[in-house]
């Protein structure tokens, strides 16, 4: 049966719905990830199923109960900021330590292997203001782990680090919320992350949610042209354009600059608009006959300046269609 | 239950039953003889260790001292608490301020028993407290001279009230104002007494404070900085050796073993100042509050009080210290005004001669 | 569709509530509104009804409209020279490291915590003619008044805009000092716009306390210079013009009202700063820094000067140079001045202090945990800055008129508290609860609500909530404020002298006996009182700053 049953819920703050008539549904062990640009009232959502806001219409339940009216600390959930929010005053053992000693069952056992969950083994002593970001968010997880959560939130846990960091503890996190089994929902604004971490991603945007499913098909087939370019999507093309990207498509399509990739020889001309370095050889703006100008990409091998002409190549894995 | 809640609470409790236990053990018992009597007095009063305990042991009464301020302090004090009196017995009302508790009521109608008729200049009029008020010590205000200062210099000594107006005294005399310091009152006081009623270019008070001032005085706000920081005298590194102080204050310059006293007062400028006790209206003790009334009187008392409140007894029985015997000497003549005078007349002097001294 | 559903908080959380601003109400209406109110009914309830000619009658005298314009105008102007002082004094002191740094911090606050009436005595000995300073003739003079204002409060402002500094992120002075901008422009244009909070704070409590200011005024002003305050005090003792006194009560308590509405704008606007841990801040001095320390120098120099003066004195004995005087403090005066011998009444104060210390901070501690709460209605949150100022009303309101208002109206049993020992310590607890609600309330406030919610989330009921977060934060600043407390305390002498007990007394009290008796050995007695009174603080304050570590607020 579901575990979390979002049921028409709507919260305002001064007659305007930061989350508006929104319903979602959880299996258990499911990770939602919930996708959506700054001021979606996704945070807003997510504080609402922990409780710390009211709700003004709709209800929350789980396993079938109605928990609307259970307070905070009564629900069994557990809450991860962005920025940890740690017990400055406290150590690292003593934060983990902290629910453990609300439910009144202290393990130092039940710590350390928390700590070697979140590979921080040996760091039970430190001071909390001791700590990297990256290591102060995973003392923040061990503690919210230690809770035993029925639920798991997190909110935007990963915003704050750097990009390497950022990728590597995404993979931590999916493995341990796999191996710990936890359901969990999890807000960000950054797609690489929800779509490493989730198993199913609901789009958020303007307080309501636009599209639910698994990464790969809303990143196949975006919604609509609003959710394609916050996926990433820069330009979208309908009628024949498209069918000149995509000869099959029926509607209309959403490129990335991944889409058209500058090749010896390809099946399309293009000129040069300008052209930019980046990681992996340049990102380019190409003006395409019959279509305009859309953005693409070239091997590092392929250096290309402006007003040169080329020839492209189209790539499915930069193309979706949208539904 | 929450923690926070008990102990809030718990707290909350023990200071009501602490207030409620420490209120009630200051109840005295109503009856024919109480165990203690409550002294409402000033926070210069001041008794050697043992002497209030012998009224103890002559009545098995046991006094408690409370202090309320200063004089003024302590009037105002009985004043605003007439419905509910703070003690049995008052002492400290001195005659600047007596006619106000006599007015509004504030004592019972007892003056010892064992006053005679050597006593008689410190009684107050009839009418107006001589039934109420035992005069107790006597502290007169005059205008202390710094001898050694008068040596050096080679000049005399002034000797009366016109003297200070005089141009080899410019500059040398400091005064605390009469507006906030009790013996800068009383010379004003004297003034008044010796000049009478005038206008602030002619004669009377008014005139005389107006050649003062032309002649140099300075005004303090109070006795400890006229006393310790203007005045020459040996205490004090000022440059005026004139200074408007108690009669008793020569004696307490004195040193061990000197035979002269370095400061002296003089003797035609002094103010009476006169302490006196009384039976505070509504007490439960009316009988032994009049005991302890007696007993400030009685020798045991009067004999203790040079050394310990630096005024003179006014029981013609009691004995000087030997120093005091010595050194201190207390003016045949001095200036008096009446109670009631002062009483209805208080603010107008005071808003005419800050105009005048303090312009 | 449900409709609005509510979280209802649990019936224990609003007894808690309750309770915890139950206890302040209580404290400060019965010990301080109700006797105030009783003084000020007296003067304007004339047989019964509301009689409000006085007003116009006292407020039209021209003396009274001169106190009126003298008082606000000396501690406006005392306001001003404190900031403009204060600020480079706590550069120096909070923004740089150097040895002896913490020893400096307490003796600049040292000046605050003096009785008045040895100031008093200090600065005339150093101004009138012949003495030290004889020859600026500053003697009786606004100036001296001036002076001594300045000794007293450049502490607070020190304080309060020096601790708010210390942890303010550097980050933006030097983002603004890579863009191109002067030194003297960041100040004006980065720092300055951030400090005005705590600037404007410590500006309005020094005005306060200026504007009440009593013996300074009347020693050094002589005659010449009055204020309200010293107004209200000859009306009341010396002519028992209750009318009068009471009119002037209700002016002075809406001038201060004024004042406080504006602090509290202040305040207001001093949303959560990005706070560096402020144990690591600080730098070396340097060559820029040589205009703030010159002035630091200064200023130290001048607050010195007086308790200098004071230490000479006290060593100058009737056989010259020596500890005489000190030695004869285990005696209780020559003539018996005393009572009881001073050691005994510097431990009567201490004892004292100590439970006017631990009230201040129970009261002080409720209060600010509930103005500290962030409720959603607008109406609460008004009430609860209403809360704010009447606890800072005690500052504000004449000695003498809690005085005899506590006369007035503790006299029923079982409230006949008039000679109950317990009233000293309460009337000190009162002077002493706005500086500990002005130092712990700004880190109450000052605290991450995620943090709280993090707790709760995890399991914490509110009241554990309450414990674990809010209490366990406000654990260091608790102890900043008891020192503080205790040392205000220890030197109060306004009301403690209306109702300490004869047999009990305090220091400050025994202090202004013996400076009221001729001979000159009971003044030197006095004056070495003083510097024992003055050693103690500075050793409480001292041992406090070793603690304050990572404190925010102070006023």
């Known amino acids: 049966m579901t575990a979390l049953t979002i049921d028409g819920v709507t919260v305002s703050f001064d007659g305007t719905a930061a989350v508006d008539d929104v319903s979602l549904g959880l299996e258990p062990g499911e990770v939602l990830g919930i996708l959506g640009p700054s001021g979606s009232g996704k945070s807003t959502l997510l504080r609402s199923i922990a409780g710390l806001e009211r709700l003004d219409a709709g209800r929350i339940a789980w396993h079938g109960d109605d928990i609307t009216a259970v307070p905070v600390h009564r629900r069994g959930f557990a809450l991860m900021f962005q920025d940890g929010q740690l017990f400055p005053h406290r150590t690292v053992a003593q934060n983990i330590a902290y629910p453990l000693r609300i439910a009144r069952t202290p393990s130092h056992a039940r710590v350390a292997e928390l700590l070697a969950l979140v590979g921080l083994a040996g760091f039970g002593d430190r001071r909390v203001t001791e700590l990297s970001g990256g290591e102060q968010q995973r003392v923040a997880l061990a503690r ?48 690489d992350e929800a779509f490493a971490v989730s198993d199913r991603v609901a789009v958020m945007i303007g307080g309501r949610v636009r599209q639910t499913g698994t990464p790969a098909e809303v990143w196949r087939r975006p919604a609509s042209a609003e959710i394609a370019r916050f996926l990433g999507y820069t330009t979208v093309l309908g009628g024949d354009a498209a069918r000149l990207v995509r000869p099959r498509s029926d509607g209309a399509i959403a490129l990335r600059a991944a889409a058209l990739v500058v090749t010896h020889g390809g099946p399309v001309a293009a000129t040069v608009v300008r052209s930019t370095p980046s990681v992996d050889g340049w990102r380019v703006r190409l003006a395409v006959p019959g279509i305009g100008e859309l953005d693409g990409i070239a091997g590092a091998q392929h250096p290309v300046s402006a007003g040169e002409a080329v020839t492209v190549r189209f790539d499915d894995a930069g193309i979706a269609e949208l539904s | 239950m929450q923690t926070r809640n008990k102990s809030l609470a718990g707290a909350g409790i023990l200071l009501a039953v602490g207030l409620a236990v420490s209120s009630c053990a200051s109840d005295a018992a109503p009856g024919a ?62 005659n600047t301020f007596a006619s106000r508790a006599v007015n509004e009521g504030v004592l019972a109608d007892y003056a010892s028993k064992d006053l005679t008729d050597a006593e008689e200049q410190y009684l107050l009029p009839a009418g107006s407290g001589r039934e109420q008020l035992t005069p107790i010590d006597n502290g007169d205000v005059c205008v202390n001279v710094d001898h050694e200062w008068f040596a050096e210099a080679g000049i005399d000594e002034p000797a009366t009230l016109d003297d200070l107006l005089k141009p080899e005294y410019k500059d040398l005399f400091v005064t605390p104002a ?53 005045f020459s005298g040996p205490s004090s590194d000022g440059d005026r050796p ?113 105009a005048i001294a303090t312009p | 569709m449900t409709s609005r559903v509510r979280v209802r908080p649990a019936p224990g959380t609003i007894l808690a509530i309750v309770l915890g601003a139950g206890v302040p109400v209580a404290f400060v209406g019965v010990f301080f509104a109700w006797p105030v ?43 001003v020279v404190c900031v403009v002082l204060g600020l480079p004094i706590a550069h120096v002191l909070y923004r740089l490291r150097f040895r002896g740094q913490r020893m400096l911090r307490a003796l600049v606050v040292l000046p605050f915590v003096l009785p008045t009436v040895v100031v008093g005595v200090a600065f005339r000995t150093l101004l009138r003619e012949g003495g030290l300073l004889g020859s600026l003739q500053l003697d009786g003079t606004f100036a001296a008044i001036m002076l001594a204002l300045v000794f007293f409060n450049v502490a607070v402002v020190v304080r309060t805009v020096g601790t708010t500094w210390e942890g303010l992120d550097k980050r933006q002075e030097e983002a603004a000092r890579v863009l191109g901008a002067s030194p003297v422009r960041v100040w004006l244009t980065v720092t300055l716009p951030r400090l005005a909070p705590a600037i404007t704070s410590a500006a309005s409590i020094v005005f306060l306390f200026c504007s009440t200011a009593f013996g300074v005024v009347l020693v ?84 010195a000067l007086p308790i200098v003066a004071l230490l000479l004195r006290s060593l100058r004995t009737a056989d010259g140079w020596g500890l005489g005087n000190y030695l004869a403090l285990g005696t209780t005066g020559s003539r018996n001045a005393l009572v009881v011998p001073v050691w005994v009444a510097l431990g009567n104060s201490l004892a004292i202090a100590v439970q006017a210390t631990a009230l201040a901070l129970v009261v002080g501690l409720a209060a600010s945990l509930v103005i500290s709460r962030r409720p959603r209605s607008l109406g609460l949150r008004r009430s609860l800055a209403g809360f704010d100022a009447v606890l800072m009303l005690p500052l504000g309101v004449s000695a003498v008129t809690v005085g005899f208002g506590f006369l007035i109206t503790l006299n029923t049993p079982p409230f006949d508290l008039r000679s109950s020992p317990v009233l000293v310590p309460i009337a000190q607890a009162l002077v002493a609860l706005p500086l500990v609600v002005r130092t712990i309330l700004p880190v109450l406030t000052g605290i991450d609500g995620r943090m709280r919610e993090s707790a709760a989330v995890l399991g914490s009921p509110p009241w554990r909530v309450l414990r674990d977060v809010d209490l366990a934060i406000v654990g260091r600043p608790v102890l900043a404020a008891s020192g503080f407390a205790f040392a205000v305390a220890l030197g109060e002498f306004g009301a403690t002298s209306f109702l300490s007990r004869p047999d009990r007394p305090t220091l400050p009290v025994v ?17 070495a009182a003083s510097v024992v009174l003055a050693a103690v603080t500075v050793a409480v304050i001292a041992l406090v700053e070793r603690l304050r570590v990572g404190t925010m607020g102070a006023f």
């Open chain 2, 178 to 230: 009469a507006n906030s310091s009790s013996p800068g009152l009383a010379f004003l006081l004297a003034t008044i007494a010796a000049f009478g009623d005038g206008t602030a270019d002619g004669d009377g008070w008014q005139g005389y404070w107006s050649k003062l001032v032309d002649n140099g005085v300075k005004i303090d706000a109070g006795w400890s900085d006229a006393y310790y920081v203007d």
């Open chain 1, 144 to 191: 919210s782990l230690a809770a035993e959560p029925r639920l798991l939130l997190l909110d935007e846990p990963l915003s704050s680090l750097d990009r390497e960091l950022r990728e590597r503890l995404a993979g931590d996190l999916r493995r341990i919320l796999d191996e710990t089994g936890t359901t969990a929902v999890f807000v960000t604004h950054d797609q």
């Open chain 3, 220 to 303: 050094l002003g002589g005659t010449k210079f009055g204020t309200i305050e010293t107004e209200i005090y000859l009306l009341t003792t010396q002519f028992l013009d209750l009318r009068g006194a009471s009119v002037l009560s209700v002016t002075q308590l809406v001038v201060v009202v004024l004042v406080l509405l504006v602090a509290a704008r202040a305040r207001g606007r001093r949303t959560a700063q990005r706070r560096v841990d402020s144990a690591r801040s600080g730098r070396v001095p340097r060559l820029g820094d040589l205009p703030a320390i010159v002035v630091t120098v200064a200023v130290a120099g001048f607050l």
């Open chain 2, 33 to 94: 003889t109480p165990d203690k009597l409550v002294l409402v007095t000033h926070d210069s009063f001041n008794l050697s260790e043992g002497t209030l305990e012998k009224f103890t042991d002559e009545t098995g009464i046991e006094v408690e001292v409370q202090a309320s301020g200063d004089a003024g302090q302590l009037v105002n004090s009985l004043v605003l608490t007439k419905d509910s009196p703070l003690g049995d017995v008052v002492f400290g009302i001195d």
């Open chain 2, 242 to 354: 004139l200074v408007v102080s108690y009669a008793s204050s020569p004696p307490a310059e004195v040193t061990e073993g000197a035979t002269e006293a370095p400061t002296g007062a003089l003797l035609d400028t002094c103010f009476r100042q006169t302490e006196y006790a009384g039976v505070i209206a509504g007490t439960e003790n009316q009988a032994a509050a009049e005991k302890l009334v007696d007993f400030l009187f009685s020798t045991t008392v009067q004999n203790d009080i040079p050394e310990n409140m630096y005024v003179f007894p006014v029981n013609v029985e009691a004995t000087l210290p030997e120093t005091w015997a010595q050194f201190a000497a207390i003016a045949d003549d001095p200036f008096v005004v009446a109670p009631d005078e002062i009483d209805a007349n208080r603010e107008s002097w005071l808003s005419e001669w800050a």
């Open chain 3, 37 to 79: 109110a009783a003084m000020v009914g007296r003067g304007l309830f004339v047989d019964g009804a509301l009689d409000l000619t006085g007003f116009g009658e006292v407020l039209a005298r021209p003396r009274t409209l001169r106190l009126i314009g003298l008082t606000i105008g000396q501690a406006a102007l005392a306001s």
């Open chain 3, 511 to 527: 202090i202004f006996r013996l400076i009221g008796l001729p001979g000159g050995d009971n003044f030197g007695m006095a004056i």
